[in-house]
Nanobody, 119 residues
Framework: VQLQASGGGLVQPGGSLRLSCLVS????????MGWYRQAPGEQRELVAG???????NYKDFVKGRFTISRDNANNTVYLQMNNLKPEDTAVYYC??????????????WGKGTLVTVSS
């Protein structure tokens, strides 16, 4: 299974970016999906997740600013990021995994895409 994240870049505070993650195989629809991020010197953290049937979950620090969505027909998950802040600067990773209750368990990782929020 290969996951390819794209869409990162340099954006000013208050700006927007849309990340995409293409999954290589048709198993996509059988998995939940997550977006993680890792800032320099920090641990990787879950940002948002979406279940197979489209239920969205967000960490508090992105609620109201980020939106996760998925296109099962095209094996793609998206992360729309609005009102970006400098503290959102990180490498963002998409992930195939599974929700068990309220907890998300990552399984397959892709290479990340760098998001830099700076003026």
């Amino acid at each position: 299974v290969q996951l390819q994240a794209s869409g990162g870049g340099l954006v000013q505070p208050g700006g927007s970016l849309r990340l995409s993650c293409l999954v290589s195989r048709s198993i996509f629809s059988r998995f939940d999906m997550g977006w993680y991020r890792q800032a320099p010197g920090e641990q990787r953290e879950l940002v948002a997740g979406i279940t197979r049937d489209g239920r969205e979950n967000y960490k508090d620090f992105v609620k109201g600013r980020f939106t996760i969505s998925r296109d099962n027909a095209n094996n793609t998950v998206y992360l729309q990021m609005n009102n970006l802040k400098p503290e959102d600067t990180a490498v963002y990773y998409c992930n195939l995994g599974q929700y068990r209750g309220i907890y998300y368990y990552p399984t397959y990782w892709g290479k990340g895409t760098l998001v830099t929020v700076s003026s």
